[in-house]
């Protein structure tokens, strides 16, 4: 190291950063400080997605963000709808009776009613603020029919990818009423805690290898929200209603649209009024073959999961 080196201070090695060599640093004994720089990294906006207009179910009119030829996944999430709508006809139809394997379904329901039934003999009512995350696994026959013939529908359907070595596990459910969400103030945000942790608290949602986030957030005009993001994990936010300012930059998301975000450890939001989803997941970095109700890694498994449903074997009790 040269002499002019020598005589620096420790703030003037730090703010020289990068241009001081790894082996150096660690001489140094400040390797330590420059790892916390890399952690407080914001996560800035890859890419803004407008939510497309589609037609699932018998009938049902969505908005999907995620599962569409402009983002067809963002591992492991496979699929994001939206129904929101206060005529019937809109929704009326539901999910008549079918067949998942190989993921897991995430229901959130702001506003409404449906109603859950399944070849397991499991059958739920989700109201407003209920979750149901079902892992189908090995598989599972269902239906989601609204329970209401007028009024506003408003609720969200996620896809979440399973490894391969997790497609054919037992189905497993965890229906979490409104009252067992986590809420909390923070500073200017209202926020619903539904999976992983914030502010020292853990979402009810346990036990999925993902080991995702999930948070509705609620920003007041002129609020802010700040929390970490593991940094191996894909994150995204749907913006619900209202607007925010996202990342260091300040990327203005608005109602219908999803954020993609770059990596990083930390996230950030500012503005408001508004309201969104944050969400965040452990990618699975596996082939994906998909068709219909079906997520498998290659096509074979797909015949396979379609000729057990046919012949009555995709259900195992």
Partial sequence: MGDAMKHLSRR?????????????????GIERIIGRQRHL???????????????????VKLSRAIG??????????????????????????????????GFET?????EGAMEHRDSLGNHGHLGPGSVQW????HGIVHSEMPKQENGLMWGY?????????????????????????????LGGARVRLVAGELSGRKGP???????PQMLDVRLGEGGRFETEVPRDHNAFVYQIEGSALLGPEGVRVRAGQLAVLDEGDRFE????????????????????????PFVMNTRAEIQQAVDDYRAGKLVQM
């Fill in 205 to 211: 949602v346990e036990g999925i290898v993902t080991a």
């Fill in 41 to 59: 990294r914001a996560r800035g906006v890859r890419a803004l997605v407008d939510a497309q207009p589609t037609v699932d179910g018998a009938g």
């Fill in 106 to 110: 995430v229901t959130y329901m702001l």
């Fill in 12 to 28: 003037q090695l730090l703010a020289a950063g990068l241009g001081v060599p790894g082996v150096a640093l660690a001489g140094l």
């Fill in 68 to 101: 569409s030829a402009v983002l067809p996944m963002l591992d492991p999430f496979l699929l994001l709808d939206e129904i929101h709508s206060d005529r019937p006809d809109d929704y009326l139809a539901g999910f008549p009776t079918h067949p998942h394997r």
């Fill in 269 to 292: 939001a500012k503005g408001g009024p508004g309201r969104f989803l944050l969400l965040a997941g452990r990618p699975i970095g596996e082939p994906v073959a998909r068709y219909g």
């Fill in 157 to 185: 359907q996620l896809w979440v990818n399973l490894p391969a070595a997790q497609k054919l596990v037992r189905p497993r459910y965890q229906d979490l009423a409104p009252e067992r969400v986590v809420d909390l103030e």
């Fill in 134 to 137: 079902m892992t189908a696994g």
